[in-house]
């Protein structure tokens, strides 16, 4: 299990928060000493910073790192993004409840979820089927409910990271343009099945080198697990590296 950072950050807001209420109640006269003024008065300055991280993170934006290739082109280990958290509902840090409805995803939108097989890995993938849709992926054809998406040739990639070659195609899912790569070397993996309500369908861009929905290890995405709209890359950091500025500012599509 990773570090479950949004339940850290809650938990030391709640922490300084008591100290610092403490603080404030208790007369200084009547103080248990010194050394538990001090610490009063740190957390009466950490706790408004730490509230304040805290609603950011928790209903505006939060920040991920790209760490594999299973979204190439678009999006490359390295890239740190900024996820949009209230696109798809306002929701309690940790617990995950929906407390403000505000919208749900669209089909081609780059989601960030909680693994269904393990709450504390977040995914990065396009969301392909909404509740109730067929979905068929046949030889790297995709088809929602019998229409198939449609997809031209878009050249050969030639950036690196051991896919040079890798075919390109514009795939379009409604008014959703965005480019996937079929890497040669790989096996296309087919799939059928129907969504079931209130769960997604999500596959990576790297259509031959991405673990998701058409595997049992991911599946279909409940509701409940998604975090955010992926939105902006902010920064590009492959270490050992240097940064690249190029990809500071790009629009997630």
Same mark, same amino acid.
């Given at each position: 299990?990773?570090?479950?950072?949004?339940?850290?950050?809650?938990?030391?807001?709640?922490?300084?928060?008591?100290?610092?209420?403490?603080?404030?109640?208790?007369?200084?006269p009547?103080?248990?000493?010194?050394?538990?003024?001090?610490?009063?008065?740190?957390?009466?300055?950490?706790?408004?910073?730490?509230?304040?991280v805290?609603?950011?993170?928790s209903?505006?934006?939060?920040?991920?790192?790209?760490?594999?290739?299973?979204?190439?082109?678009?999006?490359?280990?390295?890239d740190?993004?900024?996820?949009?958290?209230?696109?798809?509902?306002?929701?309690?840090?940790?617990?995950?409840?929906?407390?403000?409805?505000?919208?749900?995803?669209?089909?081609?939108?780059?989601?960030?979820?909680?693994?269904?097989?393990?709450? #504390?890995?977040?995914?990065?993938?396009?969301? =392909? &089927?909404?509740?109730?849709?067929?979905?068929? /992926?046949?030889?790297? @054809?995709?088809?929602?409910?019998?229409?198939?998406?449609?997809?031209?040739?878009?050249?050969?990639?030639?950036?690196?990271?051991?896919?040079?070659?890798?075919?390109?195609?514009?795939?379009?899912?409604?008014?959703?343009?965005?480019?996937?790569?079929?890497?040669?070397?790989?096996?296309?993996?087919?799939?059928?099945?129907?969504?079931?309500?209130?769960?997604?369908?999500?596959m990576?861009?790297?259509?031959?080198? #991405?673990?998701?929905?058409?595997?049992?290890? =991911? &599946?279909?995405?409940?509701?409940?697990?998604? /975090?955010?709209?992926? @939105?902006?890359?902010?920064?590009?950091?492959?270490?050992?590296?240097?940064?690249?500025?190029?990809?500071?500012?790009?629009?997630?599509?």
């Open positions: 299990m990773g570090l479950d950072i949004p339940t850290v950050l809650v938990v030391i807001t709640v922490i300084a928060g008591v100290i610092s209420l403490a603080d404030w109640l208790v007369p200084a009547r103080g248990p000493g010194p050394r538990f003024r001090v610490i009063g008065e740190y957390a009466r300055l950490l706790f408004p910073l730490l509230f304040v805290l609603l950011i993170r209903f505006v934006f939060e920040s991920f790192r790209i760490p594999s290739e299973s979204m190439m082109p678009g999006l490359v280990d390295g740190f993004i900024l996820v949009d958290k209230y696109s798809y509902g306002l929701r309690l840090p940790t617990l995950g409840t929906k407390i403000v409805p505000i919208g749900a995803p669209r089909r081609g939108d780059v989601v960030v979820f909680h693994s269904p097989a393990d709450h #504390s890995i977040y995914l990065i993938k396009r969301c =392909v &089927g909404l509740p109730g849709d067929h979905i068929v /992926v046949r030889d790297n @054809r995709v088809f929602v409910n019998g229409q198939e998406m449609r997809a031209t040739p878009h050249g050969t990639y030639e950036g690196g990271y051991g896919f040079n070659g890798s075919s390109l195609e514009v795939e379009q899912f409604g008014t959703s343009r965005h480019t996937i790569m079929l890497a040669g070397d790989r096996w296309a993996t087919d799939f059928d099945g129907t969504v079931p309500p209130k769960h997604y369908f999500f990576g861009d790297n259509r031959n080198d #991405s673990e998701d929905s058409r595997y049992a290890a =991911v &599946g279909y995405v409940p509701e409940r697990n998604l /975090v955010g709209h992926a @939105r902006w890359i902010y920064m590009h950091w492959r270490i050992p590296g240097w940064p690249d500025l190029h990809r500071v500012g790009m629009r997630i599509r």
